[in-house]
């Protein structure tokens, strides 16, 4: 790394958290690392990615569909993936008529892993490992409770996975192509933590960054930058206009120091790596 590439990441150990590591990849090569990128934390709702991925799986194996119902009435397995169900964050009450605003669900994830358990007969946390997680080489990720937010991972495996979203392997790639495309585009929502978002895009498990701001992944990142972050402290973004990937994980839960650091730490990454490969 020049040294303006190494300050760019280096700046992640100035969060105030006890464990911080990050990781940037190029056209699906891995340019930079900073911090014991072998280490698992967990990754909050950078989970949901991972679920997503399971539930799509399901969906091309033809264990269930998109546009099976699932949650109140009027929803489907496709609301709850873009949080389009009506579901409040972590109850099962409903706020909204489906597919009218963008409600970010926890339990819209769980009520996704219950579903894949029972048109899969196979547990979830299992479902995900054997049809997710092992192809994928993520061998130090485990899914150690709610489907929506306690996946265990580190960098190296987010970078993995971040791979895959560009190249797929595991899912034909207009599967993926759908994921990370605008699903109900029009909603508005609240972006949890970075306030109301109009119109507020979401993929198929991904948000994506749109025309919100302020946004997580920076103000220089393109519409189409998707990934998630996460409570605990965590991000993972690609930015398809530089094929780049940002992986940052720390220990410290989110507040307002992430919506301080975060922006602009993506945008100088960005900077400082848009002409490596």
């Known amino acids: 790394m020049v040294p303006a590439q190494a300050a760019s990441l280096g ?8 464990f911080a590591a990050a990781g940037v990849a190029r056209a699906g ?45 009027g929803s489907t397995l496709r609301h709850l993936l873009c949080h389009a169900g ?20 926890n339990t819209g994830y769980e009520h996704i892993a219950r579903h894949l358990t029972e048109v899969t007969g196979i547990a979830f946390p299992d479902y995900l490992s054997e049809g997710v997680l092992a192809p ?27 791979h895959e979203s560009r190249t797929p392997t595991l899912l034909h790639p207009s599967t993926v192509a759908a ?16 306030g109301p978002q109009r119109p507020c895009w979401w993929g198929l498990g991904p948000e994506l960054r749109g ?46 120091w992430a919506t301080a650091a975060w922006p602009p730490f993506s945008d100088q990454v960005r900077a400082a790596f848009a002409g490596a490969a």
């Open 11 to 18: 700046a992640i150990d100035t969060w105030g958290a006890s």
């Open 29 to 73: 090569t891995t340019v930079a690392l900073h911090g014991d990128v072998t280490h698992p934390v967990r990754v909050a709702s950078i989970t949901k990615l991972v679920t997503a991925w399971a539930a799509l799986l399901a969906v091309e194996e033809g264990a269930t569909a998109l546009d099976a119902p699932l949650g109140p009435p």
């Open 86 to 105: 009506g579901y409040d964050f972590d109850t099962s009450t409903v706020l909204a008529t489906p597919g009218t605003r963008r409600i970010y669900s």
């Open 136 to 162: 994928l080489m993520m061998t130090s990720s485990e899914l150690r409770g709610s489907a929506a937010s306690d996946l265990w991972s580190n960098v190296e495996d987010l970078l993995r996975f971040a």
């Open 179 to 194: 994921a990370l495309a605008p699903t109900f585009p029009d909603l508005d929502g609240v972006l949890p933590g970075w």
């Open 211 to 256: 025309t919100k701001s302020p946004h997580w992944s920076g103000a220089t990142a393109s519409p189409l930058t998707y990934g998630h972050f996460g409570g605990s402290g965590t991000f993972l973004w690609v930015d398809p206009a530089l094929d780049m990937t940002c992986v940052a994980l720390t220990d410290r839960p989110f507040d307002s």
